[in-house]
């Protein structure tokens, strides 16, 4: 009688799964059988109501402790502790409507953006996607820091910038293409050059630190700022047809961007943009999985870039991942 009851309990689920019923249906469906079953053998056919009780009792404890599991997970909170903020105006509901229906953000999710508060060091190739993604998906408060203006041979692969914009900041330029796109975000500009001074009072009023620069001074001055002061540090950079990326993030797992590079290379070895020259979509790849590592990290959504650098190859359309792990001599993660 056991045996034809899982049967039975075995063709609900296949069927279940075929015609795509929602899971509490499915378990429902299953239950009911079971009881059923045990209702019609123990009163009718003088079945054993212990064994029925037990069987039933064990399903039952599995059921529940399989689901506060996934409940759990599925609260798994964010290595980025940004508050969920405020509510959203009509308009906000609907421009969001597309990260609303997504099951591992919601509304939950797009709080948790609107509460975030993202820094971003440069306006340049990968700044342009990063900044214009980051104000598309709703995230709260964008800081944008860089001291120069944009040129006329930036327009190639800069795109947040537009030809008129030629010889104006580069953060006024962004800033405002960034409000054009997207009214409920707050942009901060800051018109100046990264120094370790202002990377220690900036760094802490922001959630995450987001670096698109490509010189190796600013690249170690804010990773040292990142790490001391425990912030995830989202690091891309581009050569040519090849870019890279990773989340640094020691203070949960992994190593630091200097564990990994420990030394600039020689002046000559790693020409910049402007000598080695640079594919105009490359920065668009590459900032957009930068802008989609912050959107992870901010919400807890999927699994980050941290402890493994990701290696995409334009050229040939490839992309891999090396495992990454710190180094026991890190003058900058490893102090103390
Ligand atoms: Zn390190």
Known sequence: MVLATLGVMAMVWALGGRLRWPRALVWSGMALVYVAAAVFDVTLAEGNLAAWALIGGFAACVGLYSAA??????????????????TFREAELERYARHIVLRELGGAGQKKLKGAKVLVIGAGGLGSPVLMYLAAAGVGTIGVIDDDTVDNSNLQRQVIHRDDMIGLPKVQSACEAMLALNPYVEVRPYQRRLTAELAESLFAEYDVILDGTDNFETRYLSNAAAVAQGKPLISGALAQWEGQLSVFHPAVSGPCYQCVFPEAPEAGLAPSCAAAGVVAPLPGVIGTMMALEAVKLLTGAGHVTRGELLIYDGLYGESRKIKLAPRKDCPICQKG
């Open 69 to 86: 599991l996934s409940r759990l997970k599925a609260r798994a909170e964010p290595e980025v502790a940004a508050k969920p903020q405020g």
